[in-house]
């Protein structure tokens, strides 16, 4: 019954390689997001969703191409790994039409880039 | 554009006594929301307190209070009679509401609570 899933919780790849990070949420919420925590615990935003369409891009290499079959589902995918892209990667969703409207947090997901 | 500036990187409280973290925004909004979430060693994002922009009253949630200063773009934390469990980042966080609420982070604050 979790309510922001995401997996898989530990990656470690290759430079080079292509991988995937699915995240999935049973909130009902309308928007979901990726964010990346970096070495020094900073969490940057890098995509937002809302009810399947892009609205948030922030600056981030066109090799991160995210995607969102439906409005439960916000995947990552990362083509030609590189040493910088090792970081925590966090999946979250938000209920835009609700007053609070706080993210809710999936458990992250831990790339490393050999 | 929204910043969030926690300017303490590091502190650090004896258990049971009280430590104020502090959290500056800047913002031209009229209608937002601010956050206190939690990040322990396990690294799960865990909200801690929430506070409505437009609700002149501080909000509190068990050992948690916050500061909240509007005119002053000023929203600190205090947690009082300190725990171990509490030893954690702690960020402040902005949204602005709209298509797609858009959180903004500060750099954290990491505490450390003393035995």
């Known amino acids: 019954d979790t309510a922001v899933s995401q997996t898989p919780k530990y990656l470690v790849t290759q430079m080079g390689n292509d991988k995937s990070i699915k995240c999935e949420q049973n909130?009902?919420?309308?928007?979901m997001y990726w964010y990346k925590q970096d070495s020094k615990k900073f969490l940057k935003i890098m995509f937002s969703?809302?009810?399947?369409?892009?609205?948030i891009n922030e600056t981030v290499p066109n090799r991160f191409s995210p995607k969102s079959p439906d409005k439960a589902h916000l995947n990552l995918h990362i083509n030609s790994l590189e040493l910088g892209d090792s970081a925590v990667y966090f999946c979250?969703?938000?209920?835009?039409?609700?007053?609070?409207?706080?993210?809710?947090f999936g458990e992250g997901s831990r790339l490393t880039v050999l | 554009a929204q910043t969030v500036t926690q300017s303490q990187p590091e502190m650090s409280v004896q258990e049971a006594e009280t430590v104020t973290l502090s959290c500056t925004y800047d913002?031209?909004?009229?209608?937002?929301?601010l956050f206190w979430y939690k990040q322990p060693p396990s690294r799960q994002m865990i909200l801690v307190i929430r506070?409505?922009?437009?609700?002149?009253q501080n909000a509190t949630e068990n050992r948690f209070s916050v500061n909240f200063q509007k005119a002053a773009k000023s929203f600190s934390l205090k947690i009082s009679d300190s725990q171990l469990g509490d030893t954690a980042m702690y960020f402040c966080?902005?949204?602005?509401?709209?298509?797609?609420?858009?959180?903004?982070f500060g750099t954290g604050t990491s505490l450390t609570v003393i035995p």
């Open positions: 506070q409505e922009a437009y609700k002149q």
């Open positions: 909130l009902g919420h309308d928007t």
């Open positions: 966080a902005f949204m602005k509401r709209g298509t797609g609420n858009q959180f903004y």
């Open positions: 979250a969703s938000s209920p835009i039409n609700r007053l609070t409207g706080e993210l809710f």
């Open positions: 969703y809302n009810n399947k369409e892009l609205i």
């Open positions: 913002t031209s909004e009229s209608n937002y929301y």
